[in-house]
Every structure is written in C-alpha cells, then in structure tokens.
C-alpha cells in the first residue's frame, strides 16, 4: 500500500521519487477507512514534506458511496472560507488501492470532546469556541450549491419543506428499525408535525455539525470534518444541532457543545451571515435533533443486537436511548428552551 501510494502521489505530482512514511489507520470510522501518512519528495529543487490523511471506503464494505462527492464538497467549503483540511488528490478507479480514495491535508489538534472541555492547555479556546462555530458555520451556509456543482447533494422533494423532509426520512427508519416501543419518540413526532418552520431558501447543511467533528488547538477551531451528512436543508437545522444535549458532554448549563450559551452562538452567526435567528426555529431543530439522536441511537444498538456487529460501544449506546427520550420530554414539556 505504501508503495502504491507513492507511485500515486509520484504521478500527480510529476515527480520521480517521493516517499511515504508513517502509514497508520486511525481508528473509527464504520463506513470508510481514514489513514495517516507522510510524504517527503524534491520539487524543481524544493524540499516538500506534506502530512496526509487518505479517505477511502473498505474493500469489504457494502456502502455505496462516492469519494468524489466529497472531494469536491470540502473544496466548495474552503473556497467559502470553511476551515477544512486542503484536498489533494483523488483516485476515483480501483487500481491503485482496490477502493476510490483521496488524499488531504492532515490537521493537527484534538477531536475528543473530553479534554476540549476539560484540560488546561484549552482555557482560552473554550472561551471562543462557540462563537467560532457561529461564524464558520454562517460561511457554511453561504456555499453555493449551484456554482459549486454539488448537485449530488440530496434535497427536499418537490412540494416538501426540509422539516417534513427530514422528519419523514427519519420517522421511516425509526419505523423499520425499532425492536420495542418508545412513546417519548412518538410524542416527539407528533410535536414535530404540528408546526414545521416555513419553508426557506436552501443552504447546504453539513448535518453532524457538534463539537467531536471539529478539530481544535489552544487557540480554537482548526478544521471541520464529518461532511458524510451534508445535504441540501434549513440552515437552522445545523444550530439545532449543535445545541443537543449529548454534544454537551456533561456541562449541560451551557448548551453549546458544554461551552457556550445559545445567545452567543446565535449572535456570532448573525454577525457572520448578516441574517436573523429566530430562537423558536432553532428550538424545532433541537428537539428534531434529539429525535434524531435517539434513532441513531436505536440503529447502532440493533446492529448489535440482531449480531451484525458484536460491539460494546453500540449496545451503550442503546442504554442512552433512555436519556435522549428524558431529554425530548423535558423539551416538549418546556415548549421551547
């Protein structure tokens, strides 16, 4: 693998001789593989070194999905002023690794929400954080899917609003999936019907937008990552999000991401966007969020269960069903946050 990927890297490049070192899968990561890589090569007498990371689906996996879309995708997003990690190049045939892959840059810095919100070395960024993800995800929002070319992207039916859009997909999953009843679930559904937000202009949305999917330093956001949920939708959708409890790892007082209030996240994305936020809209995306949590949580829990995949993690994660079905009580008890 090393080897081909240096030869890989050689012919993009138009350069004899590179070398590749450090060759290591990261972990995580169910539906594509994600390995880190060095490579060191001359260039028109230049000394380059790039640190990689390759994207790529396993040889053994049953997803159908498409490298290209979101190579293109993170290219769309720099181009808007997203911090991303730079893509290089794409392998969309089998020949080099079996799989379609490609090749970006690596960003150093620290996903796990744990030592985010906890360790001394991330005082200072715990203090902008939430207004950062205010502001990056404004330029998010500002993609233009048309001049990009994300066409791929999947949107609303004609005639359906992103909400009815979103809460049928994800009603239906429910409904094929769910070993055992969860009347929290179905109050949820029913709240969500009564009263979607009207329908908007479409923004691409990245759809997992939390804390755990970016990639922080001292000073703050480096780079976003997770694009596998990016569709056409309500860009409040993404606020709703960020704000759900699970992403507040224990520091429920403050409900962005266990760092900040909602008052500063929607006044740094109104500064950054230059358009209002209405809270009753973002509170419709929370409690949708949440239902949304809870289904997924429901998925990786009968992967386990039905044996298809024998994992600690996901039965867990069938025990937190519980706590996102409290959670959507207190929400519709609440009538808004």
């Known amino acids: 693998m090393q080897g081909r990927l240096a030869a890989f890297i050689g012919a993009q490049t138009g350069v004899a001789a590179v070398t590749v070192t450090g060759l290591r899968q990261l972990p995580g990561g169910a539906s594509r593989e994600t390995w880190s890589l060095d490579t060191e090569y001359d260039k028109d007498g230049t000394k380059v070194r790039l640190p990689l990371v390759l994207r790529r689906d396993p040889s053994a996996s049953g997803v159908q999905s498409l490298r290209r879309d979101e190579f293109v995708l993170l ?73 990009e070319k994300l066409d791929f992207l999947t949107a609303p039916a004609a005639g359906e609003s992103p909400a009815e859009s979103e809460l049928n997909r994800y009603e239906q999953i429910y409904r094929s999936i769910a070993p055992d009843p969860h009347p929290a679930i179905e109050l949820a559904v029913r709240q969500l019907r009564i009263q979607p937000p009207a329908t908007k202009a479409l923004a691409v949305v990245h759809g997992d937008y939390r804390v755990g999917n970016v990639i922080c330093g001292p000073e703050g956001v480096r ?31 403050l409900p962005v991401g266990g760092m900040g209030t ?11 966007s230059g358009s209002r936020v209405d809270p009753a809209e973002v509170y419709y995306w929370e ?8 289904i997924i949580c429901i998925m990786q829990a009968k992967t ?3 044996g298809s995949r024998n994992s600690v993690e996901h039965a867990s994660l069938g025990r937190r069903i519980s706590e996102v079905e409290l959670e959507l009580l207190n929400l519709l008890e609440d009538g808004g946050v």
């Open 262 to 272: 909602r008052e500063q996240l929607f006044a740094a994305y109104e500064a950054a």
């Open 304 to 306: 386990h269960l039905d």
């Open 223 to 253: 780079a976003v990552l997770d694009w596998e949920l990016a569709h056409l939708g309500d860009p409040m959708e993404d606020l709703g999000w960020l704000c759900v409890r699970a992403w507040r790892f224990g520091n429920d007082h």
């Open 287 to 294: 409690l949708f969020g949440n239902l949304k949590w809870a």
């Open 75 to 147: 290219g769309a997003a720099e181009r808007a002023g997203v911090p991303v990690p730079k893509v290089h190049w794409i392998a969309e045939g089998a020949d080099v690794l079996g799989t379609p892959f490609f090749l970006m840059q690596r960003v150093e810095g620290e996903t796990i929400a744990r030592r985010l919100l906890r360790d001394d070395e991330f005082s200072e960024a715990r203090k902008v954080i939430p207004q950062q993800l205010g502001a990056i995800l404004a330029r998010i929002h500002s993609i233009h899917p048309t001049a």
